[in-house]
């Protein structure tokens, strides 16, 4: 039996490396050379994968996201009827974007694009101090990535709340779910965080809407997906001075067109979807264990919901 990577090729070759580190005896296959079908008991695919193709393996066991997301697996066609799929809780996942989240937030709460803009004018002038328990901070998602940033900036001294589909309590975070209490925390969110999973409820979740509750002058952070956030009205809201400035590391399509309005915004920070990035040697053991328990038919772990769409 193999296992099947499908990634860009150089990627694959530290997966392939990585898995078989865990266990060597592991036969590895790189798409497009899947070799004879029926032999894949396994595939672990990042989003360029078509989930048609899948369907061609007629001994497959499992699939597995090659990150925390999982959005690109489950769109339709989605995965072949019956397969699991699991994802990826990875430490440096979830350390990596928590670093971004706080280098956002402290970027926007420590005025760093006022700074940055007097610096390339010779301006020297002191702005009024910004006072950290007073920036209260929204996070869309509280789950492994929300969670953690919401801890770290509990940590610096912000006040932390957050957001979830259902009831939720995470130690010091005041939590809300549903649709009234996205409103009634985003009325509070002097900075919006979205940590979200991508599904049908939450595309386009930063929408003229949301923007429009946000307190005047907001930040908007988006770690997510380009998805979640609805662009003609984010545009609108950073030039209308509602929101003051947004960090957005996900966007739609990817790559970002060059003509794209974010790309020379002065009130938008961008990075290229490289908030964090899978590391797989760290990666690896967990992807393992899942092949070892598929053959054994034991319970999965990380499995996705598919009812819950994450
Ligand atoms: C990255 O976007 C991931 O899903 O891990």
Redesign the pocket.
């Known amino acids: 039996m193999a296992v099947l990577l499908s990634t860009k090729a150089a990627t694959m070759a530290m997966w392939r490396d990585a898995l078989l580190a865990v266990d060597p005896t592991l036969e590895i296959r790189m798409f497009p050379d899947a070799g004879e079908p029926a032999d894949i008991e396994a595939a672990v695919v990042w ?1 360029a994968h078509d989930m048609a193709e899948l369907r061609r393996y007629p001994n497959l066991r499992l699939i597995v ?8 697996l489950l769109r339709p066609p989605g995965p072949p009827p019956g397969i699991p799929v699991a ?2 809780v ?1 430490r440096m ?1 979830t350390t990596q ?1 928590g670093e971004w989240v706080l280098l956002n937030v402290l970027r926007f709460h420590r005025q760093d694009l006022e700074y940055r803009a007097q610096q390339r004018d010779r301006v020297w002038l002191e702005l009024d101090a910004p006072v950290t328990a007073e920036r209260r901070v929204g996070i869309l998602g509280l789950g492994e990535l929300g969670t953690h940033a919401a801890g770290l900036l509990r940590g610096l001294g912000f006040p932390v709340m957050g957001w979830t589909r259902r009831p939720r309590q995470v130690e010091g975070v005041e939590t809300f779910h549903g649709a009234d209490g996205l409103a009634a925390m985003a009325a509070r969110s002097a900075i919006l965080v979205c940590l979200l999973p991508l599904t049908p409820e939450t595309r386009g979740i930063v929408n003229a809407g949301l923007l429009a509750r946000l307190p005047r002058g907001a930040f908007v952070i988006n ?3 380009g998805g979640h956030v609805v662009d003609a009205d984010l545009l609108a809201a950073l030039d209308s001075g509602q929101v003051a400035a947004a960090a957005l ?2 966007f739609q399509p990817e790559p970002l067109p060059p003509e794209h309005p974010y790309w020379s915004h002065p009130r938008v920070v961008m990075t290229p ?1 490289a ?4 590391i797989p040697s760290s990666a690896a053991p967990q992807v393992v264990e899942n092949i070892h328990r598929a053959r054994a038919g034991r319970p999965l772990i990380n499995l996705v919901d598919f009812s819950a769409g994450y």
């Open positions: 989003t996201s090659m990150g925390a997301g999982v959005d690109h994802r990826l990875d996942l974007m770690g997510a997906r590391d996900v979807h908030a964090s990035i899978t």
